[in-house]
């Protein structure tokens, strides 16, 4: 995982590290396909956050989560290969990423 680009995007937070378990989640995923995830969003502090209409309990502001995608991988392959996996995770599709945290608990869902 590339640890630059985790970082809030809001030029004012100090770094920070992913949670184990995410770091775990994404280690597997680049694992099978091969490549490098490349993160269109990690960690956000609460103000970035409300700024790019995050939830008020968002996943990014606990270090939990992230926005991927593996260029010349097809999002539903992703998708589909978590889900098959299943990994306790919170899980989403969008039209340009994958959403994946590490709640602990399972949910899916397809905002496409």
């Given amino acids: 995982m590339d640890l630059h680009a985790f970082q809030c995007r809001c ?3 100090p770094p920070v590290t992913p ?13 099978h396909f091969g490549e ?15 700024k790019v209409g995050g939830a ?7 270090r939990m989560a992230i926005d991927f995608y593996i260029p010349g991988v097809a999002l539903q ?3 589909d290969w978590i889900n098959n996996a299943t990994f306790r995770c919170g899980l ?7 959403h994946i ?12």
């Fill in 11 to 13: 030029g004012e937070c």
């Fill in 19 to 31: 949670d184990i378990a995410l770091s775990i989640l994404v280690r597997e995923i680049e694992k």
């Fill in 36 to 50: 490098e995830i490349v993160i269109s969003s990690g960690h956000r502090c609460p103000d970035h956050n409300q």
């Fill in 56 to 62: 008020v309990s968002s996943f990014h502001t606990k």
């Fill in 77 to 79: 392959d992703i998708y």
């Fill in 92 to 98: 989403g599709i969008y039209k340009s990423h994958i």
């Fill in 101 to 112: 945290d590490s709640r602990d608990a399972t949910a899916r869902w397809d905002y496409r």
